[in-house]
Structure formats: structure tokens, C-alpha cells
């Protein structure tokens, strides 16, 4: 489908399905060599990963788990800002090789304040693999380690990725029109 109409707006096709696939085979492909003998243990942040967690871990040959988590975030009493709260955590990280995965790194905000609580668990390493990064919006210092696509600091849905609900079903990346 070369345009896709969600909601009020109009989409165009900004990432094939073909090249989408090709691109997680590959950082698979990366992931299964550096974790070589290790038993990487994945941390996948919904909804909008879900997609993308099963297509790269469908693709990796070494031994490795997975959890699903979701986060919470209220506005804080404080002006400190959101705090973080996880829902489906309940896996003891201390020593173990930690894969972060996302959907999409925008701000950046949302690992950036996710990460200490994970670091408090002591694992030995903790890594992130994002499918999508927006380097002109990330805001917060953030080490990113295996990327998918790095794109324009415009709107996506498809592939996991909604908008206000929908589009999650979408097999391929569309970029917002205008
Ligand atoms: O870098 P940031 O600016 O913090 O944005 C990235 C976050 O936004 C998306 O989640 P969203 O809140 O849309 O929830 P969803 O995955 O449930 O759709 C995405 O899955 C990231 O978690
Ligand atoms: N669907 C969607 N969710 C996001 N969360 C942060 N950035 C985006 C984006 O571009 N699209």
C-alpha cells in the first residue's frame, strides 16, 4: 500500500516490509555474534515493540529469554518530572546480559528515565536495540546500540507503531503526510 489513512491523517509508505525484515535479520545477524556463549536476556517495553521483539528474536540462533513490560508514567508531586513505574517486571536482572527493546527512541525521554531502575538491578551489561531512532528529537543523553533506521523527525505508524490506537497491523512504515 503506497498511502494509508488513520484517524484524520494521511500517511505515505516510508519503509517497506522487505526492508524492514531485511534490517532486523541483520541486526540479529550483529546481536547473535556479540552475545556468542552469552544467554542475553530481552526487556521489551509494549505495545509498540511487539512486532519487532518477535521478529528479531524469531531470528536469533543463540539461547536467550524474553519478558514484556509495560511502563506507567504519572505526573510526579514533584517538578522533577514523570515517574516511571513498571508493570510486569518481575524477573530478577542482577547479572544478566540485559537487551533493551523499543519500537521508536524520539525524546528519548522514556528509556532515560527507565534506565536507573533497571541499573539498580545490578545486570552485568545492558544494552538497547531500537527499530527506529529520531536523532534531530532525542533531547535526553542516551547510548543507543543497535538501531534499526535512523529517520526524520516525523510522525510513524505501522508495524507496532499507532496512531491514537491504530495502525499497529500495519506490515510496513508510514511517514505522516505535510
Ligand atoms: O523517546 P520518547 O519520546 O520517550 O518516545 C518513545 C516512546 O514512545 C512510544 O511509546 P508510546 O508512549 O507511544 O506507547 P505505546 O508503545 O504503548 O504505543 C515508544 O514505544 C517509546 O516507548
Ligand atoms: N506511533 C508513533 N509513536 C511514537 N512515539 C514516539 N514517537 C512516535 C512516532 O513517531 N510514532
Redesign the pocket.
Known amino acids: 500500500m503506497a498511502n494509508v489513512q488513520v484517524h484524520d491523517k494521511s500517511f505515505e509508505i516510508y519503509l517497506s516490509e522487505q526492508t524492514i525484515q531485511e534490517r532486523i535479520a541483520a541486526l540479529a545477524a550483529q546481536i547473535n555474534q556479540d552475545y556468542a556463549g552469552k544467554r542475553p536476556f530481552f526487556v521489551t517495553?509494549?505495545?509498540?515493540?511487539f512486532m519487532f521483539a518477535a521478529d528479531l528474536f524469531k531470528h536469533l540462533t543463540i539461547d536467550a529469554e524474553i519478558c514484556f513490560i509495560k511502563l506507567a508514567s504519572y505526573k510526579g508531586t514533584k517538578s522533577t518530572g514523570n515517574v516511571i513505574t513498571t508493570i510486569g517486571l518481575e524477573d530478577d536482572l542482577f547479572g544478566k546480559d540485559v537487551v533493551i527493546v523499543?519500537?521508536?527512541?524520539?525524546?528519548?525521554?522514556?528509556?532515560h528515565n527507565f534506565l536507573p531502575k533497571l541499573e539498580h538491578q545490578q545486570p552485568r551489561s545492558l544494552k538497547i536495540a531500537t527499530l527506529l531512532h529520531k536523532p534531530e528529537a532525542t533531547q535526553f543523553p542516551l547510548t543507543l546500540d543497535y538501531i534499526g533506521f535512523s529517520i526524520p523527525n516525523k510522525f510513524v505508524v505501522g508495524y507496532g507503531l499507532?496512531y491514537d490506537g491504530l495502525g499497529r497491523n500495519l506490515k510496513e512504515i508510514y511517514q505522516v503526510i505535510g
Open positions: 517495553i509494549l505495545n509498540g515493540s523499543e519500537d521508536i527512541v524520539d525524546t528519548g525521554k522514556t528509556l499507532d
